[in-house]
């Protein structure tokens, strides 16, 4: 989630008069990490993932606590117990710390937006060798293992990526439940004119007692929403039933004088459902993986790749179709946390005559905080890609074809020393203000320190993040961030998609592929992968020609890149290239479609379906998993890292295909084949605990979820 440092938090009034100053000594502090390591090399492959859950309490019709899932009456909520479940897990890292020959533990946990998350990666990054692959579900289910040994009896992990009551009106989603009640006079005296007691969020449907009771979070609320001069406001389209209104419109949102309808405001539009308030998008769970390159180079070439790859990682690992107690017609998160965290004033949106409901109905100040606020930007602080970075000679400046607005200044003063591209990148990410300062912090030793830099860094949410090596820690390297996955309820998914985007980056590096496209295509397939049912339903652009030319290809050397150490022949080119079903072709056949003849175009894009970018398509695509499997041919394996290997490719090929649902597509289907359903898009109570009582059944036993035909 980003910094957390001890301090105390600054108001947006007055911490915007230190905006200029968190950017000018952040690129200090960036160009002192880069003086000095921009030569370090021979670094190891290291990995890991970040693994985010919520916790679900467990109560009866008396709301009293209770420990059986299966009964009937049982009902599903998030547990505010969250932070202090946190804090018990994190004893065991404290202890060892500061006492002499502890062992160190073997998970780590972190805090999260929400009070009902809780983050979980392994207590030491993956190596180098192949059976580390082996590690990654093994310790994931000991995080499942260690945090029901400290929870209460009647509360359960599970990792959803959304959990489909939060912010359903009506509906007791919160454990122990918190009343959005009117703020009293004395209230409204104390934090300002709002919407019931959230002096952070303002939110008609979330309480800030939801928030994360350490300081960074509930200031990161509310300066998001000051700085952007309102409320957040994100829509997403109704999935449109067979009796669902139309147009649909929520007659019976509360009704607070302080705040307009949002209808009246243009903050809600009809045939959507509306949310107004960070939780909605960081209350999500999800799964990233960060890992270390050899050297600045090779960092660079792995976050250009990868963000090619970002949306269909996103589209593979689709888990959310339900948000404020509706069914929606998209399947990610997404869009929801772009908007639950975009800053921009309406002049940066693009609007310049906002709604006059809207802009007089926070009396708060304007975001001033420097000329940057005159800028015109695209993107929420929270999204794709904006441009590739890697000084590859193949990465033409054809490829970042999109508007990417930039700080003059601060890329000036990083080309002195960088090259145009990378510093182009940052002084693009130093557009953004920084959303918390801490009062003890606002004076550091650049020379020592990267929290100014880690302000802007590390709250430009992408879907890759390029992470330059911390001040004063030699053992950690160049890294990049892989940020698009939806978290999947079990471990053995989990650990599928982790093992599967690993091995994908050897073959990259391997085998010196090719993706760039023009950056216009990449966010094109973002929008085209948060839709319903996208991997059956949509095709995403993929560059055609990933492979270096013929000559070039039939001279390399599986082990040129590889980390695992030992023995390799060369793939051939009918190995590399063999179809989605296995069967090797003519390899002049084959290479017509991975690499281009005389008389084609080597930029030529196509469109694929997922299925076809993941398994293949006989003389146009070669598939990364008939990729992966090359490559792993050249690897020594034994015989049960054979076998576990191909279980987990073999899920991520039957996910692409359609033969195994995505959790999206599973979970609307349940909603749409319950009993209880009208029909009308409403995911009702007893739905919604039925299905968040089968997602922990699901995720305890470790198992798929009924391999039903897809199309409901």
């Known amino acids: 989630m980003g910094l957390l440092s001890n301090g105390t938090p600054l108001d947006w009034d007055d911490a915007q008069q230190y905006a200029d100053h968190v950017r000018q000594h952040g690129i200090i502090q960036l160009l002192n990490i880069y003086r000095r390591l921009k030569n370090k090399t021979g670094d190891a492959l290291f990995w890991g993932d970040e693994l985010e859950y919520m916790l679900i309490a467990l109560t009866d019709p008396n709301g009293e606590p209770a420990q059986c899932i299966y009964a009937k009456d049982v009902k599903a909520s998030l547990s505010l117990n969250g932070f202090d479940l946190l804090t018990k897990l994190q004893q065991e890292e404290e202890e060892a710390s500061v006492i002499a020959n502890r062992p160190s533990p073997k998970v780590l946990w972190r805090p999260e937006f929400a009070k009902y998350m809780l983050e979980a990666l392994p207590g030491w990054p993956h190596g180098p060798n192949i059976r580390e ?39 007791k989603f919160l454990y122990p439940h918190v009343e959005m009640t009117p703020a009293t006079e004395e209230e409204k005296t104390q934090f300002g004119h709002g919407c019931g007691r959230n002096e952070h969020s303002r939110s008609l449907f979330i309480p800030d007692d939801a928030i994360n009771p350490h300081p960074r979070f509930r200031t990161l609320q509310a300066n998001i929403r000051k700085r952007r001069g309102h409320k957040q406001g994100m ?100 869009d929801v946390i772009a908007g639950s965290v975009d800053d921009r004033n309406p002049h940066e949106r693009g609007i310049d005559n906002p709604s006059p409901l809207l802009v007089g109905t926070i009396k708060e100040p304007k975001p001033t905080s420097s000329a940057l606020q005159k800028r015109r930007i695209p993107k929420s602080r929270y999204g794709s890609v904006s441009c590739f970075i890697s000084d590859d000679p193949r990465c033409d400046s054809k490829y970042n074809d999109v508007d990417l607005p930039y700080d003059q200044q601060i890329e000036t003063k990083l080309r002195q020393e960088m090259d145009p591209r990378l510093a182009r990148h940052f002084a693009h990410l130093f557009i953004r203000d920084p959303l918390v300062i801490y009062q003890e912090l606002v ?128 793939p051939s080119n009918s190995d590399l290239c063999a179809t989605a079903e296995g069967q090797e072709t003519d390899a002049a056949d084959v290479c017509s479609g991975a690499q281009a003849a005389g008389n084609e175009d080597p930029d030529e894009l196509v469109l694929l379906t997922v299925d076809e970018i993941i398994n293949g398509k006989t003389g146009i695509f070669p598939g990364f998993i008939p990729m992966i499997e090359v490559y792993l041919s050249n690897v020594p394996l034994d015989v049960e890292a054979s076998c576990r290997l191909g279980l987990y490719l ?63």
């Not at 310790?139 to 939060?166: G, I, Q, T």
């Not at 085209?528 to 039939?554: C, N, V």
Request: proline share 6%.
């Open 133 to 171: 692959l082996l590690r990654v579900e093994s310790n994931m289910k000991l995080r499942r293992h260690k945090a029901m040994e400290h929870a209460l009896p009647h509360e359960r992990l599970l990792s959803m990526v959304s959990f489909p009551l939060l912010g359903a009106l009506r509906t």
């Open 235 to 334: 829509n997403l389209p109704i999935y449109k039933d067979t009796h669902t209104p139309s147009p649909f419109v929520e007659t019976d949102l509360p009704s607070v004088p302080e705040y307009p309808n949002p209808y009246d405001s243009g903050e809600a539009l009809p045939d959507h459902v509306y949310m107004d308030c960070m939780c909605f998008g960081m209350g999500c769970c999800c799964l990233q993986i960060t890992f270390q390159a050899s050297t600045i180079d090779e960092a660079r070439k792995l976050y250009d790749q990868l963000a090619v790859v970002s949306p269909i990682g996103m589209a593979l690992s689709a888990g959310s179709p339900i948000f404020r107690g509706y069914l929606v017609d998209t399947d990610c998160r997404w």
């Open 443 to 570: 004076e550091q030793d650049d020379e020592v320190s990267s929290d100014h830099f880690e302000n802007i860094q590390s709250t430009n949410w992408q879907t890759m993040r390029f992470k330059p090596p911390p001040p004063g820690t030699a053992s950690i390297g160049w890294r990049v961030e892989f940020r698009s996955l939806e978290v999947q309820l079990t471990d053995f998914e989990n650990a599928a998609f982790v093992v599967f985007v690993v091995l994908l980056t050897r073959c990259i590096l391997t085998f010196d592929l090719n993706m760039y496209m023009p950056i216009s295509k990449v966010d094109q397939n973002m929008d085209a992968a948060a839709r319903r049912d996208s991997l059956l339903e949509q095709k995403f652009w993929m560059r055609r020609h990933i492979f270096p030319d013929a000559g070039d290809w039939a001279r390399m050397d599986a082990t040129a890149c590889s980390p695992f150490g030992g023995a390799r022949n060369r």
């Open 650 to 712: 073999e899920h991520i090929r039957n996910r692409a295909n359609g033969t195994v649902p995505t959790n999206a597509n599973w979970m609307r289907r349940f909603v749409r084949t319950h009993a209880a359903y009208k029909f009308d898009s409403v995911v009702s109570e007893e739905i919604a605990n039925d299905l968040v009582k089968k997602c922990v059944e699901i995720g305890e036993a470790n198992v798929l979820v009924a391999e039903a035909p897809y199309r409901v």
